[in-house]
């Protein structure tokens, strides 16, 4: 994700902070401030910080139900609106999705439990509305801060958990496809309210989680429609057979000039027998030049380990391949292991658009 750094690595998961939370800690410390000095500031970043402890262990339930079924959790990044476990898939069997999609809540149940009982929190209906009062208890507060992440996360709308559970039970009747369509259509539905409400109240916190509400639910549906309709076409119906390639000896200058004469965005490094050896990205060598010159050897900052493909393989494969490993192509090779195509993210898109604008 975009504008986050790492902070560290838990179990196998990178764990990232996106630069808008340093904001929101900066934002609650300036406000205590100005009412209660520094203790006041001090205790509402503590507050904040404690919350998306949190939010790290909700997101950390959702990564360990899903490593059950083999599937792992690269990044777990933190937003002011909350966390987001970056899964390298979601199950696809109802059942397993369901199973992942409640453990992130049931972390948040065990975490107010004991906060509750062993630590005596008590909260009522006046501390549930009053999570932002430093006035009422430390532990009071964090506790129903937990409540409030169940009961909002366990709202059926896509892409909250409530709504993943929602797409799950609605794919036993009418396919993944079309449950995902309907559980993204009352995502969207969801996100009008939020962000009707925040205008309406003045919170500009829901308005933000609309956005977020929107924007993820559109994107999930887009690629469950992507992934399905990639089940159908072969590799050879969407790879790229038209580009240049570099040698293992050509220089940055060398890739420079082809960027300039192509309107390509990645160049394939080969070797003599026209095997694949790694891609140089655009964004690689602009960094390279700024930091090496032009006569760098590409083969220094080209991507190694690209994953290979057969022609005749299903466009699934390629897809997953993409998605999983974030990669910048997957080569297409022949019989012999030469490369005669490859494939991008982007190029699959423009394929589906094209499909989707000719079956109009």
């Known amino acids: 994700m975009q504008w986050s750094v790492p902070i560290g690595r838990i179990a196998g998961s990178e764990i990232r902070i996106h630069l808008t939370f340093l904001l929101l800690l900066l934002w609650i410390g300036i406000v205590h401030y100005q009412t209660g000095g520094a203790p006041a500031a ?5 507050y904040v910080i404690a919350v998306f402890a949190c939010v790290v262990l909700h997101e950390f339930g959702h990564a360990l ?37 409640l453990a992130g809540p049931l972390v948040n149940v065990v975490i107010a439990a004991l906060l509750m009982l062993p ?19 430390f532990v009071a507060r964090l506790a129903a801060v937990n409540i409030w992440l169940v009961l909002f996360n366990l709202i059926p709308a ?36 939020f962000g009707f409400i925040g205008l309406v109240s003045g919170n500009v916190l829901l308005i933000f989680i609309a956005i977020f509400v929107y924007l ?27 580009f240049e390639t570099l040698g293992p000896a050509s220089r940055l200058s060398d890739a420079a000039a082809m960027l300039l004469g192509t309107t390509q965005h990645e160049f394939p490094i080969v070797d003599g027998a026209g095997r694949l050896r790694g891609f140089l990205t655009r964004a690689s060598l602009v960094s390279g030049l700024k930091e090496r010159g032009t006569d760098a050897a590409a083969v220094e900052l080209m991507t190694r380990d690209v994953p290979e493909v057969g022609e005749n393989e299903r466009l699934s494969a390629a897809l997953e391949m993409l998605q999983k490993g974030g990669g910048p192509a ?18 699959i898109g423009e394929l589906m658009m094209l499909r989707s604008a000719a079956s109009r």
Do not use: C, H, W
């Open 330 to 347: 997957v080569g297409v090779i022949d019989p012999d292991r030469r490369l005669v195509g490859y494939v991008t993210i982007e190029n």
């Open 158 to 193: 896509f892409p909250m958990d409530g709504g993943r559970v929602l797409r799950a039970l609605l794919a036993l009747r009418y396919g993944r496809v079309r449950a995902t369509a309907i559980a993204g259509s009352v995502g969207q539905i969801a996100a009008f309210g």
């Open 119 to 137: 630590l005596g929190a008590s909260v009522d209906s006046e501390t549930l509305s009053s999570m932002e009062d430093p006035r009422v208890g």
């Open 65 to 101: 139900a899903a490593r059950r079924y083999g599937i792992r959790t690269p990044r777990i990044t933190l937003l002011p609106i909350g966390g987001v476990a970056e899964l390298e898939r979601m199950p696809e069997k109802p059942s397993e999705e369901i199973v992942v999609a």
């Open 216 to 242: 993820a639910a559109t994107a999930e549906s887009q690629a469950i429609g992507l992934q399905d309709a990639a089940r159908s076409l072969k590799i050879r119906d969407a790879m790229i057979t038209r």
């Open 42 to 46: 001090t205790e509402g970043v503590l």
